[in-house]
């Protein structure tokens, strides 16, 4: 299936450090139910690297403006030399996944602040691979199967009010909140 095969498109990858900054940095500005992201900027959403030469080479990024919509904020950065396929360089922080919020919606953001503090990020250009089955978002839970009157999978029916009640939903999107 076209929709389980591993993606790879071009990117420069945010080292460690360079992502908890951007977290530290802005996190009074995310709410607290959004998903962070802080991972990379796209160079191409679509296509691996064009140039395999590009492939591990360090990139220093500098955040200049700051945005955020009802799905996602974002910072602009400059730094990058080549073309992006993205509407602007950007590093999506942080997504509001329980508003069907995406990383390509920071694209849409037309709000913007400048930052007048000097942040620099660092990365290296990387064919970054992702699943979408492992990137699917937390926000969108749904419990499926349940309302079933035979409930084959469960033969209590503490046991499907448990894995159903919001508390339990929310417990486990905090477990996962955190992690890439």
């Known amino acids: 299936d076209e929709n389980t095969k591993n993606k790879v498109y071009c990117g420069v990858l945010l080292n460690n450090n360079?992502?908890?900054?951007?977290?530290?940095?802005?996190?009074d500005m995310v709410p607290d139910d959004w998903t962070y992201k802080c991972h990379h900027m796209t160079i191409?959403?679509?296509n691996e690297c064009e140039n395999n030469d590009d492939v591990g080479k360090p990139v220093d990024l500098m955040v200049t403006h700051f945005g955020k919509s009802d799905?996602?904020?974002?910072?602009?950065?400059?730094?990058?030399?080549?073309?992006?396929?993205n509407a602007f360089p950007h590093v999506?922080?942080?997504?509001?996944?329980?508003?069907?919020?995406?990383?390509?919606?920071s694209n849409k953001i037309t709000e913007w602040i400048p930052?007048?503090?000097?942040?620099?990020?660092s990365g290296t250009i990387e064919n970054i691979e992702y699943n979408p089955l492992t990137e699917s978002p937390l926000?969108?839970?749904?419990?499926?199967?349940?309302?079933?009157?035979?409930?084959?999978?469960?033969?209590?029916?503490?046991?499907?009010?448990l894995i159903t009640h919001p508390s339990t939903v929310e417990k486990v999107k905090n477990m996962f909140k955190n992690m890439d």
């Open 44 to 46: 191409d959403p679509f």
């Open 71 to 85: 799905k996602a904020c974002a910072v602009k950065v400059i730094g990058y030399k080549g073309k992006t396929n």
């Open 139 to 161: 926000g969108s839970y749904t419990t499926i199967g349940f309302d079933d009157k035979k409930r084959k999978s469960f033969n209590d029916p503490r046991d499907v009010s």
């Open 115 to 121: 930052i007048m503090e000097h942040i620099v990020l």
């Open 92 to 105: 999506t922080i942080a997504v509001n996944e329980l508003n069907g919020g995406q990383a390509k919606d």
């Open 18 to 27: 360079s992502q908890n900054k951007l977290k530290e940095r802005f996190k």
